[in-house]
Nanobody, 124 residues
Framework: VQLVESGGGWVQAGGSLRLSCTASASISSVILMAWYRQAPGKERVLVAGITRDNTEHYADFVKGRFAISRDNTKNTLFLQMTSLKPEDTAVYYC???????????????????WGQGTQVTVSS
């Protein structure tokens, strides 16, 4: 199973971007889909997650600015980002932390699945 992100790019502070992540398999029963980000020199951190029943969770640093959603009919996860700040600059990754429960183990035998990442750059 592959997760493919799109929608990243360059934007000025205060602007908006919408990230998409399309899976090559059904996500309808995947219990949790999430977005993570990794800034240069920093660890990868959770940005937002959405459960199978559409319960949303956000990191404090994006609450009120970002919105996560999923379209199970299109096997796609979204992240709508508004009021972007320079500190939001990072590579954003789509993930199914326990995707293996539905899709089987990944290539290395783990149960987590990750996209390749999409760069978001916010200029001041």
């Amino acid at each position: 199973v592959q997760l493919v992100e799109s929608g990243g790019g360059w934007v000025q502070a205060g602007g908006s971007l919408r990230l998409s992540c399309t899976a090559s398999a059904s996500i309808s029963s995947v219990i949790l889909m999430a977005w993570y980000r990794q800034a240069p020199g920093k660890e990868r951190v959770l940005v937002a997650g959405i459960t199978r029943d559409n319960t949303e969770h956000y990191a404090d640093f994006v609450k009120g600015r970002f919105a996560i959603s999923r379209d199970n009919t299109k096997n796609t996860l979204f992240l709508q980002m508004t009021s972007l700040k320079p500190e939001d600059t990072a590579v954003y990754y789509c993930a199914a932390p326990d995707g293996g429960s539905d899709w089987g183990p990944n290539a290395t035998g783990g149960y987590d699945y990750w996209g390749q990442g999409t760069q978001v750059t916010v200029s001041s």
